[in-house]
């Protein structure tokens, strides 16, 4: 339709409006930029490409993931104010280009070439699926810019599709679905699993990953059921799953997928024979679901704001977000966001300079510790190293405020025997 | 069919049932206003999400589902009134791409002042206690939530019809749609009429808006692909035909459901092959009228 500018540019401006900018501001910087404009394209880009950091972000503002992709744009922005309060890299001070992806490749591939060519961003950070993702990481790095992954995927660590300019903050489905997995069939809840899968690489990588885990607990899979992304309504696909009577159901799939299926399982009463098991269960959803919907649910998570009671960081990370969103926590994937950034503006910062060579070897160094404990990037695909929480939602009988929504079951400390190994990868030793 | 117990299969049936009862339930508003008004309401998807947090906002005050279930229809009608009255009267008879782009960006307007008024993140609305759970059919479990939806929608397909079909206002409906100038000199004012369907189709849209927020998630996006949704049924229905819209939710229901147990990956494409599957051998829907569009 013809309105998709239109709506790319209302997004860009809604989401910045959000990020503490007052309508004056805006107006100011719109007639900036219209003046910039104004003074051609070239001599603008130029010149604000020597000047500013400048970080392009496409993230799917529009569409099932929505609810994720806006936290993650708002969380990102904390950190370029607060890399820019701290006086930024030599008086260089750093902004966000958001733009919206559509959770589509083809889009994402298209905005990510603009931001690289016409905005010349420095840094690409963003996107929020597995397939997205290697869309925007192929034309960002092919074109010697670093791209931080912010989103899970098993692929990118991977021989063929990683480069040196690849990184990825976000965990990926070994981790999640591996111990997310291992948690519960450890139980001893019965051996018969289920898979409700988006049919998609996030839904496919995530059922591998717990596929691995029952293994060594001799599980053995009773039904698999794809489903389409972004189904409406999945009551079509839950009488095949309950008939073949499983004791685990896990839910392989993603935000708002994973609220209604969650919710329609709960009106199935499936809860009641069945372990429900995500593996990311998403705070966005779980608080657009409410806590009966959710009782019970079982996940890994790569944040939940209560790790502050433990985590010196995470009350940081929290208060600031706290600041902007009328005493709100952040939410997980809009953690992701938040160290995404952080970490590349960190790595510019010890290398001196944006040019990508010298910072992938500050981001090879870096040790980092943001908002949930320590981090580092492996050598050999960087994958960030990091603790993965196993999460149960409470019910509200149990919650201390609205958003207390998760009880942390476990934290599995940071370590490479997490993930598979480089060799398994295929990078050289 | 080995691996499908016939209990499987009549389970999914009954499941495609229900489907399709929502599905005509989404459909519904958008048939009657295309078919009286000849209007594309492409802001049907939205009335759909201001239905929906409508009724959380009702729930917010009273907290009583029973409440929202009569107050929604009121404020989403209320809202399509004014709509009818002062943005969709002026295009009348200026062809059917005027109403259609106007509706197309009220859309956008409605859903925006939703993210305003609600934030842009989902909102949690279940069901009433006393419609949760599950109720065994015999060949399985099934949500009371949709048992009492399939109830429900029957219950208001068969007032609508009985409104239409076998009142006064009815019959001047019919003939206001069949040709407004004769209804016009027989001294009747034809605009208040068309005022009324209007206001009746997005209050139907409202309502299924809330009707399906247990089921759904309630979020400022929800109404985009029910919109399709909706679109797709009238069109296999045949535009403007009530009885169509029923026939094709239903029908709609049931393909999507039955490709889920088989062929679960096409479930969301089952649903427009059919459609073009309708339109290459009755291109004006099952029960549609031939030339409408164009007329």
Avoid at chain 1, 338 to 349: D, F, N, S, T
Avoid at chain 1, 410 to 425: D, F, G, K, N, Q
Wanted: with cysteine.
């Amino acid at each position: 339709m013809s309105t998709k500018d239109d709506q790319n540019g209302t997004d860009g401006n809604r989401t910045e409006d959000r990020h503490g900018l007052n309508r004056r501001d805006f107006i100011k910087t719109s007639a900036l930029g219209m003046a910039a404009v104004a003074a051609g394209p070239w001599i603008g880009g130029f010149a604000r490409a020597q000047d500013t950091i400048r970080i392009g972000f496409p993230v799917p503002l529009t569409g099932p993931y929505g609810s994720e992709a806006k936290e993650q744009a708002a969380c990102a922005q904390i950190a370029i104010d607060e890399f820019n309060a701290a006086g930024g890299l030599d008086g260089r001070m750093a902004e966000l280009l958001v733009r919206d992806d559509k959770l589509k490749p083809g889009e994402a591939a298209k905005r990510t070439l603009e931001l690289i060519e016409k905005d010349g961003v420095d840094f690409v950070c963003g996107s929020l699926s597995a397939s997205v993702q290697l869309a925007v990481n192929s034309v960002a790095t092919e074109r010697g810019i670093i791209y931080n992954s912010i989103s899970q995927s098993d692929t990118i660590n991977e021989a063929s599709d990683f480069t040196k300019y690849t990184f990825h903050e976000a965990m990926n489905p070994h981790m999640t679905a591996g111990t997310a997995g291992d948690y519960a069939f450890s139980r001893n809840q019965g051996k018969k699993v289920a898979y409700l899968v988006a049919d998609y690489a996030y839904g496919h990588e995530m059922m591998r990953g717990f596929k691995v885990a029952g293994e060594q607990y001799g599980m053995e899979t009773v039904a698999e059921v794809i489903h389409p992304l972004a189904a409406q309504d999945f009551s079509t696909f839950l009488p095949r799953i309950m008939a073949a009577g499983p004791d685990i159901l896990c839910l392989c799939n993603f935000g708002l997928d994973q609220l209604n299926s969650i919710k329609q399982a709960h009106s199935f009463g499936m809860k009641e024979s069945m372990q429900l098991v995500a593996p990311a269960l998403l705070y966005n959803q779980r608080l657009a679901g409410g806590p009966d919907v959710f009782e019970g649910v079982v996940g890994a998570a790569n944040y939940h704001w209560t790790l502050e009671d433990s985590v010196a960081t995470a009350k940081t990370f929290n208060d600031k977000y706290r600041e902007r969103h009328d005493g709100a926590p952040p939410s997980d994937y809009g953690a992701y966001g938040y160290a995404g950034v952080g970490a590349l503006l960190q790595a510019a910062k010890d290398a001196g300079t944006t040019r990508s060579d010298p910072v992938v070897e500050a981001m090879e160094a870096l040790k980092y510790n943001l908002y949930k404990g320590p981090e580092y990037f492996r050598q050999c695909d960087h994958q960030a190293v990091q603790s993965v929480l196993v999460v149960e939602s409470k019910p509200a009988s149990a919650m201390r405020n609205e958003y207390d929504v998760f009880e942390v079951k476990e934290v599995r400390e940071a370590s490479e025997s997490m993930l598979r190994s480089c060799e398994a990868l295929g990078h050289k030793a | 069919m080995a691996g499908y117990p016939i209990e499987l299969i009549v389970m999914q049936l009954f499941t495609g049932l229900a489907l399709g009862t929502v599905f005509v339930l989404l459909a519904v508003g958008l048939s009657m206003v295309f078919g009286l008004l000849t209007v594309v309401n492409f802001a049907h998807g939205a009335f759909y999400t201001v239905g929906a947090y409508t009724g959380v906002f009702l729930f917010g005050l009273t907290g009583n589902f029973w409440v929202c279930l009569v107050g929604v229809p009121l404020v989403v009608g209320t809202i399509g009134l004014v709509v009818e009255r002062f943005l969709v009267r002026p295009l009348y008879g200026r062809g059917i791409d005027y109403p259609l782009l106007l509706t197309f960006g009220l859309a956008y307007v409605l859903v925006e002042l939703v993210r305003i008024a609600f934030g842009t993140s989902g909102v949690p609305f279940s069901a009433p206690p006393s419609l949760q759970g599950a109720l065994n059919l015999g060949f399985g479990y099934f949500p009371l939530y949709r048992v009492f939806l399939v109830g429900f929608t029957t219950v208001l397909l068969i007032g609508l019809w009985l409104f239409i079909e076998r009142t006064r206002y009815g019959l001047v409906i019919r003939a206001g749609a069949r040709d407004p100038e004769i209804v016009r000199v027989l001294g009747i004012d034809v605009s208040r009429v068309w005022l009324l369907v209007f206001g009746l189709g997005t209050a139907v849209a409202g309502l299924a808006g809330l009707l399906a927020a247990p089921m759904r998630g309630v979020i400022p996006e929800m109404g985009i692909p029910v919109l399709v949704e909706a679109f797709v049924v009238t069109v296999v229905g045949g535009m403007g035909s009530l009885a169509g819209a029923v026939v094709a939710g239903l029908l709609v229901g049931v393909v999507v459901s039955m490709t889920s147990l088989f062929a679960p990956a096409f479930a969301d494409m089952s649903m427009f092959a059919l459609m073009a599957l309708v339109l290459v051998i009755r291109p004006q829907g099952l029960f549609g009228r031939a030339g409408l569009m164009g007329g």
